[in-house]
């Protein structure tokens, strides 16, 4: 840990201001009423308490002790606990008037040296505004807190500001001058869903990774860094999820639990990718199908998208650890003539000028496949390829006579569809059960359901089994 930094109790924050908070420093805490301010301190606090040993104050002009801990209980903070060991002190004071400011302020430094506490909320200072006429007063009242309690006791200090709505502008404005840091919350739409972010306008003496971050407050305050790619220590073979007697299951528990269980057996399923999203986000989203097919000695059908060869689907299906054999007998891979492709078991070269005759050839190379394993299929279809060689129409023509074969059969029909086609999206959402898309904002990774409505989801790269596994956060 930093000396010279305060861990905010939050990862992914802490990951873009180096560590946490300048020590001994005032940070403003703004946002519109229901961003999650309070959620913010009051972990700032807990975490300070019980995970890096220093005792917190917090004072509320607010709401009351009993209200404060009935509301944080359900992010886990047993705020109760913490004040029994003489580790943290909740201070309310609902009614203030001007002339009880300074004895305010003795009772807050008495507290603070009570429990030599390192880290101080006050909330709302909005509130303690209120109660002067001038602006000069208080700006006296912030030297106060930034000399007496920041400076002279060592406690960095976390003061919110409500912000009404429709306005940006921060309090009277002397609070953003005056502060070592300000932070702004917003809760707005993003697709049509709550999306929760976070602006970082001021820290002073920090190198801000990304001045602009997404977060939750499910469960507890988790802001989301831009994505990234995990390293896998030791890489175990996959291991399949059950089916349920009418889906199949998506290969992730995650996955699962936000699909009820999976993708309907006879579907068709699209997933539509977003700008800047690249081949390995959104295979992370898409391979523990295919995964968990083969690994059951289901066959996979795949054309493959613009830019994906049949080199990186051979890559990618190995990453499951199922050996060679079971992939060249239940991988089968359709590609586009190429005079430089290596004949393979598993490769099928079709002409891309024709597409009814192409489609017979690769419906005739999966009903092989289907006879062998007596099982359902799964066919995974980059539409952009198909678009690329056929057109839009005869394109259409092929995915829905694809999507009527995977219903007969009770298969599943995997669509994928990159930027650019959005009268296609149109077409191919009336066609699919399950419409999902994957965006990106502020560099993170972001799942949502069309059909089924969902709410947003960050997406983070789990490998604590030994291979990769998408990670879903609900934004609430």
Same mark, same amino acid.
């Given at each position: ?6 861990? &905010? /109790? ?47 104050? $917090? ?7 009993? &209200? *404060? $801990?009935?509301?944080?209980?359900? @992010? ?77 006791? /060592? ?9 009404? $709505? ?10 953003? @001058?005056?502060?070592? !840091? ?7 739409? #993003? ?5 929760? =972010? ?15 971050? /997404? ?8 802001? @989301? ?39 309907? +057996? !006879?579907?068709?399923? #699209? ?25 059951? !000695? ?10 994906? =060869? ?18 060249? +007998? ?15 078991? $598993? ?8 597409? =009814? ?24 279809? !980059? ?22 074969? &995977? ?6 029909? @995997? ?30 990774? #972001? ?10 989801? *960050? ?13 879903? &956060?609900?934004?609430?």
């Amino acid at each position: 840990m930093n000396n010279n930094r305060v861990p &905010t /109790g939050i990862d992914g924050l802490d990951k873009i201001i180096e560590g946490g908070f300048p020590k001994n420093s005032l940070i403003i805490i703004a946002g519109n009423p229901g961003t999650g301010k309070t959620v913010l301190s009051a972990q700032f606090l807990y975490r300070g308490a019980v995970n890096y040993g220093e005792n917190g104050v $917090y004072v509320s002009f607010a709401e009351n002790r009993e &209200t *404060f $801990y009935k509301n944080m209980r359900p @992010f886990g903070f047993d705020f109760e606990k913490l004040e029994e060991e003489n580790k943290f002190r909740f201070l309310s004071l609902l009614t203030v008037k001007e002339k009880a400011i300074s004895s305010i302020l003795k009772i807050v430094l008495r507290e603070i040296s009570q429990i030599n506490a390192k880290r101080l909320v006050i909330d709302s200072f909005s509130a303690v505004a209120q109660a002067f006429m001038e602006p000069h007063d208080v700006r006296i009242l912030i030297h106060t807190v930034l000399g007496r309690i920041v400076q002279q006791m /060592g406690c960095t200090t976390l003061m919110i500001v409500e912000v009404p $709505y429709g306005e940006n502008k921060i309090g009277l404005g002397i609070e953003e @001058f005056l502060a070592d !840091g300000v932070i702004h919350l917003r809760v707005r739409r #993003l697709e049509e869903r709550l999306f929760r =972010d976070m602006s970082i306008r001021k820290m002073r003496g920090t190198e801000v990774r990304e001045d602009e971050i /997404g977060f939750t407050i499910k469960d507890e305050f988790k802001a @989301f860094a831009p994505f990234e790619t995990k390293k896998i220590g030791k890489r175990e073979k996959f291991k399949p999820l059950p089916d349920l007697p009418e889906k199949f299951s998506t290969g992730s528990r995650e996955l699962d639990g936000l699909l009820d269980g999976g993708y309907p +057996r !006879g579907s068709t399923v #699209l997933l539509e990718i977003g700008r800047d999203i690249s081949a390995l986000q959104y295979h992370l989203i898409l391979l523990p199908t295919p995964w968990n097919f083969l690994a059951k !000695g289901a066959g996979v059908v795949v054309i493959p998208s613009s830019g994906i =060869d049949h080199n990186i689907v051979w890559k990618r299906s190995a990453e499951s650890g199922l050996p060679k054999e079971i992939l060249n +007998r239940h991988l089968r891979v359709c590609i586009f003539r190429s005079p430089a492709t290596k004949k393979e078991p $598993y490769i099928l070269e079709i002409e891309g000028k024709n597409a =009814d005759e192409d489609y017979q050839k690769c419906l005739k190379f999966a009903m092989a496949l289907y006879e062998e394993t007596s099982q359902p299929l799964l066919y995974v279809i !980059g539409v952009d390829s198909l678009l690329a060689h056929y057109g839009t129409n005869d394109t259409l023509k092929v995915l829905n006579s694809s999507a009527t074969l &995977t219903r007969e059969y009770k298969g599943l029909l @995997f669509l994928l569809l990159k930027p650019g086609y959005p009268r296609v999206s149109e077409i191919l959402n009336a066609i699919a059960e399950i419409h999902l898309k994957i965006i990106q904002r502020h560099g993170a990774l #972001l799942l949502y359901g069309l059909k089924p409505r969902t709410h947003l989801h *960050f997406v983070e790269m789990d490998v604590t089994r030994g291979y990769p596994q998408p990670k879903l &956060t609900p934004i609430f």
